[in-house]
Each structure stands twice: as structure tokens, then as C-alpha cells.
């Protein structure tokens, strides 16, 4: 015996409904998760630039900022010096690190990105 439907009965609706929206959603979260993390690489990659920043402030020398990026944990990034020689003016640094995108799913439909951090100091010395 089988049972007849009455109109209005809606049995089995909702589950339907979340099969077909469940996949969007997760989507939609790890996008957000991907771009938390490519915002934590950004505000990392600003702390490198300062501490080299920092560091140029104090000793001239070359091959300081690549030190203290290196040191404050810049694995892979590229540094920039702008540094003028009379003491008391301003000096730039600028950092260029990796941003890997590899949440899964979304990674693979975002490109890896490279994200800049820039700090600009007193020359001391």
C-alpha cells in the first residue's frame, strides 16, 4: 500500500534544499578562511618590514635588512632599501613575501598571492 500525498505535504524538503545549498556554504567558508589567512601573511609581512626597517635604522651596513628579515621569520621574501646617508632623515624598507593559497578547494582556485609590507624610519646612524 502506498501512501498518498496531500497537497502542502512538503516531507523530504528541507533535505533536499540542504543538499543543493550545503556545497555553496562550504565554499563560501573557505573562501573566508583563505582570506584570513592571506590577511595573517600580510600583517606578518609588515612586522618583517619594521624589524628591517629598525635594524637599517641603526646600522647602515649592507646585507642588514636581508638579516633581520631572515631573523623575524621572512622565509622567502625579497627586500627593498631606500636609505638616505645624512642622519635624521627618513628611510623605506619594503618587503615582498609568498602567500601560499592552499586551503582545500578554494587553493586550487586561487592563484598564490604575494603580499607587500612597507615601514619607513629615522636614520640613527
Excluded: N
Aim: with cysteine.
Amino acid at each position: 500500500m502506498t501512501r498518498r500525498r496531500r497537497p502542502g505535504d512538503d516531507t523530504g524538503q528541507a533535505t533536499v534544499e540542504l543538499a543543493l545549498a550545503l556545497p555553496a556554504v562550504l565554499l563560501a567558508l573557505l573562501a573566508v578562511v583563505q582570506a584570513g589567512l592571506v590577511v595573517a601573511d600580510h600583517v606578518g609581512t609588515v612586522h618583517v618590514a619594521r624589524e628591517a626597517a629598525r635594524a637599517v635604522a641603526v646600522d647602515g651596513r649592507p646585507g642588514v635588512a636581508q638579516a633581520a628579515v631572515a631573523d623575524a621569520g621572512g622565509e622567502g621574501c625579497s627586500t627593498a632599501v631606500s636609505r638616505p646617508a645624512e642622519v635624521g632623515a627618513t628611510l623605506t624598507v619594503t618587503v615582498t613575501c609568498p602567500s601560499r593559497t592552499e586551503v582545500p578547494l578554494v587553493g586550487a582556485l586561487v592563484a598564490d598571492v604575494a603580499v607587500r609590507g612597507q615601514a619607513s624610519m629615522r636614520v640613527e646612524r
